[in-house]
């Protein structure tokens, strides 16, 4: 998990109703990469 992992995270955390278009305008990525991350995050378990 790099920093841009943790970045998406937070986010989540905050609000985890937010849209990944909304994620990713805020941290200032796309909207693919948001859910690419996500997928992968949920894969290793690390979000439910």
Known sequence: MDE??????????????????????????STATVSDRVKKLTEKGLIC
């Open 4 to 29: 841009l992992d943790k970045k998406i995270l937070r986010e989540l955390q905050l609000d985890a109703r937010q849209s990944f278009t909304t994620i990713a305008q805020k941290i200032k990525i």
